[in-house]
């Protein structure tokens, strides 16, 4: 029996479950949208049982002002529904308000070897060349983002390339606990990294991701963008001089030209070779538009959507408190079958 058989087999014992999230600090963008909200509600459609979260835990990893987090948890969430997340058949809450993350990432913190955070790309990334006022938390990051999953005995995430990595780090995490307490307790987590934008890059330059963090706003497609705003960033978004090609294999080397035909094929739900089908041998002059209506059309009623939700933040708070019941519900026992195992004496009421 091969490895990757042995890992199916182990897994098949647990029910299928997604679990992701995403950080409530800044807005939502394009590439939130097209990288994670689109596909979270398409694998809620396939009756899989879906777990989403505002990582509000993870957002503090660097400073956050303690209103606009708020603020952005809530805009987060009313993103979530706007683009079609139904509370009622997912599970949607923000991560502080589930003990469990904290608790098993504690536990985690002592599993993790520091040889494998230490290889983590993303720490050195966002530390940048000063680390030693990084903090302990932005280091930690990944133990965490293990627990958000394991605690919930997620058996799938849907996640981006840049986070691929992170999700190596809780299947080693995964199968270094069952090995080293003899158990089979934790399943091997599966990623689902698929569709044309998965990764949305910057629309000033095609070699980096597109970030809410970004210094320029034409760098990218806010959620709350209107159509005009829309229009403008794609109408000035880099390219280059050369026509569009007859297949995919020819946007190799033109970073920005595959951006733009990524980002229409993903909003579109086609295949690039589609795109390039129909547009092959034209200028961007001509494209852009057609993307720019394509985004509008897509994205207008989500940012109309979010803008109503957003004039009752109560009724988000109590969708919020709701879901971090349904959540709890499945977390605790969990722990505290893995509080038994590690060893630690706990109450029985």
């Not at 997912?90 to 955070?117: K, P, Y």
């Not at 940048?128 to 995430?157: F, N, Q, R, W």
């Amino acid at each position: 029996m091969t490895a990757s058989t042995d890992q199916a087999s182990q897994n098949s014992r647990f029910a299928p479950r997604i679990f992701s999230g995403i950080q409530p600090s800044g807005g939502l963008t394009l590439g939130n949208y097209l990288g994670a909200l689109k596909r979270f509600v398409e694998k809620q459609d396939e009756g899989i049982e879906t777990v989403y979260c505002m990582v509000d835990m993870h957002a503090i990893t660097v400073w956050q002002d303690p209103a606009r987090l708020r603020q952005q948890t809530r805009e987060v969430a009313a993103g979530f529904i706007a683009a079609g997340i139904d509370p009622e058949r997912s599970i949607l809450f923000n991560q502080s308000q589930v003990t469990a993350h904290a608790e098993l990432a504690w536990i985690f913190n002592c599993v993790a070897r520091m040889g494998w955070m230490n290889r983590m790309t993303q720490f050195k990334d966002k530390a940048g060349k000063d680390k030693e006022a990084a903090s302990l938390g932005l280091y930690a990051y990944p133990a965490l983002m293990a627990a958000d999953i394991l605690a919930y005995h997620a058996t799938h995430v849907p996640v981006g390339e840049d986070q691929r990595q992170h999700l190596e780090l809780t299947r080693d995490i995964a199968i270094k606990f069952n090995h080293d307490y003899d158990v089979d307790f934790f399943p091997v987590t599966e990623p689902l990294i698929e569709g044309a934008a998965t990764r949305v890059m910057s629309l000033r330059d095609g070699t980096k991701k597109m970030s809410k963090s970004d210094p320029s706003d034409m760098s990218r497609i806010n959620l709350t963008d209107d159509a005009d705003a829309i229009a403008q960033k794609f109408r000035k978004a880099r390219t280059d001089p050369d026509p569009l090609p007859e297949g995919p294999d020819a946007l190799e080397g033109r970073a920005e030209a595959r951006n733009l035909v990524n980002i229409y094929a993903a909003l579109a739900g086609v295949e690039v070779a589609q795109v390039l089908a129909e547009y092959a041998g034209q200028g961007f002059g001509a494209f852009k538009p057609r993307l720019a209506d394509l985004a509008v059309s897509v994205l207008s009623p989500i940012s109309a959507r979010m803008g109503e939700l957003m004039q009752d933040t109560g009724e988000i708070d109590r969708i919020l408190g709701r879901g971090a019941e349904r959540a709890d519900a499945i977390a605790r026992p969990i722990m505290e079958q893995c509080y038994d195992i590690v060893g630690m004496v706990r109450s029985r009421g």
